[in-house]
């Protein structure tokens, strides 16, 4: 039998719930919005260059979005790419493999010939690596190499930077150069103390000290006054290399300018070097040289593949242990050498890697997972560049592909900072709630801060996000506020609620309605 009645209010207590769900989320939007909208109100913000989207990971439901197809400078969150292409390509299991090589003859305890150190890329190559080489080469039986050092560097073009960046480089270690055999991040350690009497020369040396690099120590030690206390300070910097009747045999100078106070601390400072594969050959030298091996010529370098017989490899870390280095310290060498490696890895032995081949498997691995490419602009690994241009849109699609792939998602997100949480530069959110939930990246050019990753809601819900403040006048700190209150404004929001359970009297009302219509 048929009850109008009972199927009017069925229907009354059924659209009842949804219409309270409509009405939360409208709430929940609005607020979160409303908090939003507040932290970029800012003066110091351009509106028109500042550009938000946030997006759940599971659904791709949008929950704020400015400005996302704008095109803007990325800065550093370029690297979030280099990552996500790098496990695409490589694999988080790829190592780097350095070998070390002779030309010639090897008689018992003589190479007649030369030592040959071929370049694999690797970008965390280190002194102890070379050190541990030379012992294993003596332990071997090896006392005297007739000839020199050769580096070979056919794995990349001879580009020692990204073609889109300034040909006038600076010293500083953030923009150091990059090559096939790269060594110490392709930077320099410069100690300094002051002396033991006031006018006594600053004491500096550098680690490693590969005897072509010459000191010149122009530092000063000051007294301990009231007057001196803000005038500590050492730098170093490289000069022009002095010439010699040989190629590649002149020295490096090296300039220690500055005051330190009397009974102050160890100082220290970086600096990078002109030179890869010299500073890799000459420092192996010196290990050499420490371990019982006398090398009897000269250094020097070979674009070309050389013909050489094997005789020791160095085998690097993981790449997902690599690329953790990579975006903790967000280190633009460890980058440019990975994003050249792709196209190593590709092209195998068919040419030398170069930027633009690496860009373009960069492109074609967004396009294979349909991610938009429009407004994008990549000319380099590590953001660096200011030609590069990145949308909001497709910062967030990428961090959503990357995030269920089984085979490189956990090593993707784990590369990423866990931000205010104990470790290297982690002071960000270090007193907020949202401490240790969140993992990204930052990116910071001048009048431009970034930040892109991952953000839970109060309910567990995730978020990919990426903010882009372009030609911002906010300063570093200003502009880290800001981007903080975001990610408190999504950490500290409910989510959507889900329908409620119905009431027993509701319950009770539909069933009797349901038997109703089914007599």
Not at 78 to 101: D, S
Not at 448 to 458: C, F, N, R
Request: overall charge positive.
């Amino acid at each position: 039998m048929f009850y109008p009645q009972l199927l009017t209010q069925r229907a009354r207590y059924f659209f009842l719930p949804v219409a309270w769900l409509l009405m939360a989320c409208n709430s929940f939007a609005s607020h979160l919005e409303q908090d939003i909208n507040r932290a970029l109100s800012a003066q110091c913000l351009d509106d028109e260059q500042t550009a938000i989207r946030i997006v759940s990971v599971t659904d791709g439901k949008v929950i704020y979005s400015r400005n996302a197809d704008t095109p803007l400078l990325p800065a550093s969150i370029q690297k979030i790419l280099t990552t996500a292409a790098a496990l695409h390509y490589l694999g988080p299991e790829f190592r780097f493999h350095t070998q070390i090589r002779y030309t010639g003859e090897r008689q018992q305890h003589r190479i007649d010939g030369h030592l040959v150190i071929r370049g694999g890329g690797d970008p965390m190559l280190r002194s102890e690596d070379l050190w541990r080489i030379a012992n294993s080469l003596k332990r071997s039986g090896i006392t005297e190499i007739t000839g020199g050092i050769i580096a070979d560097v056919h794995l990349f073009d001879g580009y020692d930077r990204a073609p889109s960046w300034k040909k006038v480089r600076s010293q500083r270690a953030y923009d150091a150069k990059i090559g096939a055999l790269s060594l110490n991040l392709n930077s320099i350690t410069v100690h300094a103390l002051p002396g033991l009497e006031v006018g006594d020369p600053i004491r500096a040396w550098i680690e490693p000290a590969p005897a072509y690099m010459k000191l010149d120590n122009q530092g000063l030690t000051i007294a301990d006054t009231r007057k001196n206390r803000g005038r500590r300070s050492f730098w170093a910097k490289r000069k022009a290399l002095i010439p010699a009747t040989q190629a590649g045999s002149g020295a490096l100078p090296i300039e220690i300018h500055g005051r330190l106070l009397l009974g102050t601390k160890a100082q220290v400072g970086f600096l990078n070097i002109d030179n890869p594969a010299r500073y890799t050959t000459e420092t192996f030298r010196y290990f050499l040289n420490k371990a019982g091996i006398t090398v009897r010529g000269r250094s020097k370098v070979s674009q070309q593949l050389v013909s050489s017989y094997y005789l020791y490899e160095h085998t690097s870390a993981p790449l997902s242990l690599i690329l953790k280095e990579l975006n903790t310290y967000s280190s633009n060498h460890i980058a440019e050498q990975i994003l050249k490696t792709i196209a190593a890895q590709a092209y195998k032995t068919k040419k030398p890697a170069s930027h633009q081949d690496a860009l373009k498997l960069e492109y074609a691995f967004l396009q294979q997972a349909k991610i938009s490419t429009q407004g994008l602009n990549v000319t380099d690994g590590s953001g660096l560049s200011r030609q590069n241009r990145f949308t909001a849109r497709t910062m967030t699609d990428l961090l959503r592909y990357m995030y269920p792939r089984f085979d490189i998602g956990p090593d993707f997100i784990s590369s990423l900072r866990v931000m205010g949480a104990r470790g290297a530069h982690s002071r960000r959110l270090k007193n907020s709630p949202a401490r240790g939930k969140v993992r990204a990246k930052t990116g910071s050019l001048k009048g431009v801060s970034t930040l892109a990753g991952y953000v839970p809601d109060s309910k567990g819900k995730l978020y990919a996000f990426a903010f882009f403040l372009t030609n911002n006048r906010c300063g570093y700190t200003g502009a880290d506020k800001i981007e903080d209150q975001i990610i408190h404004a999504v950490f500290n929001s409910r989510g959507v609620p889900a329908i409620p359970s119905q009431p027993p009297v509701i319950s009770s009302l539909l069933d009797k309605s349901t038997q109703a219509q089914d007599k």
